[in-house]
């Protein structure tokens, strides 16, 4: 069907005129003048619309009347160079299908429409130029961070989306049962789990890391890309409780080398984006952040700042800055810290190392002063945390304390404790969240608008 079709982003690239083309799109806007009907078609590949022209010479089959905004076509015709100064190709139609109407109560009529009100209708916003930018961004920034790990030698792995364990030890787990919840079965009161589907506790997981680790300590350096949940309560612009993660974990390496990696890929992926979607971010630059090729410039060109905790808790109080909530060593940076940090501050990104043990997980490695341990979040403007990561604890004695004194269990962990006794050895990752990083290279301010079907506290719609 249609196979004989090209993309308008290869007709828009055209050196020649072509006769005989065919098109296939969604009608964004529709003009008729005496002699000619006007239509701009979109089909997805790019962000511009390729004019199609109509010769109606006065009369208009009526089926051809009914093709309006919203409406699906297959346009046949020649394309021929356009008089305008808008576009350099346009379409002489010869031939013009209706293939879905979209009556007039299609709902995005207007040329501009708010977030929120296209928050609720996430099924039809991709037709927008705005979030086709964006999903067609979110694509090409999937496929760089595939490319950036298998240039060099990394290894992807599925890691799985249930799970027996809690990665960061939130307690932010999403249940996956097949119980009945109006007649759970129990033992003295208590549920007995031995009667559900895996016939223990199973979760979405937080994160792939731990399933990972083993992998790296196998393959070398390895990485997994794909949907974590955390049911955590907050309901802000740069939280949702289903998205996506990067996570790369490498072999005989420490903090630093995580450090390094971390910096890397920021950087290439800001290179690609910039190299293979201008089109897209100018819309960006244009509509939502006038200042976003500004501040990617400077990304791209800066060292990022490596700073240890202890000194950032020193800058924050040394400030004046009045906080909401005062900085203080032992408690973790609020977004404020963060933003003071990374925009006022440093004016590019920092990494914040060496944190507090009681306020990371059980697996970071513990440094030598006995109360931090080899953990760093790196901190962009307009963001604050953008990725969390950490050197592991591989000595199999410390590792089983640390386990131990965050009260988990010796039954979920065992395997994982495992890896210490066979083989061990220094390893590092970090976890970089894809909708986070989107919003950081597009300006974008609120997370809802950089994944297709945002979930949130109270909200899963679609
Ligand atoms: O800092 P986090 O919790 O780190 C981990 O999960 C580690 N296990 C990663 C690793 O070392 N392999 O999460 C990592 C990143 C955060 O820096 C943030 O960018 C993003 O994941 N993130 C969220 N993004 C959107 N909504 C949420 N609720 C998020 N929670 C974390
Ligand atoms: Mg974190």
Redesign the pocket.
Known sequence: MFKDRQSVASLLGATSAQSAIQICGWVRTRRDAKLFSFFEINDGSCLASIQAILDTDGETHIELKAIGTGAAVAVEGDLVESPGKEQKWEIRVTNMLLIGAAPADYPMQKKRHSDEFLRTIAHLRPRTNKFGAMFRIRSRMAFAIHQFFQEREFHYVHTPIITGSD??GAGEMFRVTTFDLASVPKIDGAIDFGEDFFAKEAHLT????LA?EPYCLALGNVYTFGP?F?S?N?NTS????E?W?I?P?IAFADLADDMDLAEEMVRYLIKYLRAHCADDLALFEKFVDKELTARLEQVEKSEFVRLPYTKAIDILRASGVSFEHEPTWGADLQTEHERYLTETHFRRPVFVFDWPKEIK?FYMRENDDGKTVAAM??LVPHIG??????QREERYDKLHRRIEENSLSHEDYWWYLETRRFGSAPHA?????F???LMFVTGVTN?RDVIPYPRTPKHLEF
């Open positions: 990665c960061e937080v994160s792939g890391q990972v974590t955390r955590e907050s740069r939280h949702v409780s998205f993660m996570e974990e997980a979040d790196l945390e953008l990725i969390g990561g950490s990752g970090f976890g970089l969240g909708e986070r990083f997370i």
